[in-house]
C-alpha cells in the first residue's frame, strides 16, 4: 500500500525556516508529480508547490514564489519543501500529495496519494 509521510513541522517566528519533508513508501513515486497543499483553520485546502516526476519542472502559488523552493531525492523517495521568510499567514497544516499525471498539477482532485499532514505555525 502507498503510503506518503509528511515530517518536519512545527512552530517558528516570523521570519524564520523550516524544511518539511515526504516520505514515500510501499511503492516507488519517482514517475509521479508530487504536491504540497495546506489548510489554515477554517479555510480551505489550496495548493502551494508542486514538481514534476524529473524535478525539472515546479509550479508555484504566488504567495510563496521566491520564499519556498520543492525538491525531490527520486533515490530515497523523498520530497522537500524549503520554506524560508516565513509569515503568520503561512501557518497551517500542510499535506504532500502524489499524482501518476507526473507534470505539475495544481487541482487537488489529480492526486490520487495523500498524506496525513504536518503542523506549522508561525507566530512569535
Known amino acids: 500500500q502507498k503510503q506518503l509521510v509528511e515530517s518536519g513541522g512545527g512552530l517558528v517566528q516570523p521570519g524564520g525556516s523550516l524544511r518539511l519533508s515526504c516520505a514515500a513508501s510501499?511503492?516507488?513515486?519517482?514517475?509521479?508529480?508530487m504536491g504540497w497543499f495546506r489548510q489554515a483553520p477554517g479555510k480551505e485546502r489550496e495548493f502551494v508547490v508542486a514538481?514534476?516526476?524529473?524535478?525539472?519542472?515546479?509550479a508555484y502559488t504566488d504567495s510563496v514564489k521566491s520564499r519556498f523552493t520543492i525538491s525531490r531525492d527520486n533515490a530515497k523517495n523523498t520530497v522537500y519543501l524549503q520554506m524560508n521568510s516565513l509569515k503568520p499567514e503561512d501557518t497551517a497544516v500542510y499535506y504532500c500529495?502524489?499524482?501518476?499525471?507526473?507534470?505539475?498539477?495544481?487541482?487537488?482532485?489529480?492526486?490520487?496519494?495523500w498524506g496525513q499532514g504536518t503542523q506549522v505555525t508561525v507566530s512569535s
Open positions: 500529495a502524489a499524482s501518476q499525471k507526473g507534470y505539475p498539477v495544481r487541482e487537488e482532485n489529480d492526486y490520487d496519494y
Open positions: 510501499g511503492r516507488a513515486f519517482s514517475n509521479y508529480c
Open positions: 514538481i514534476s516526476w524529473s524535478g525539472g519542472a515546479t
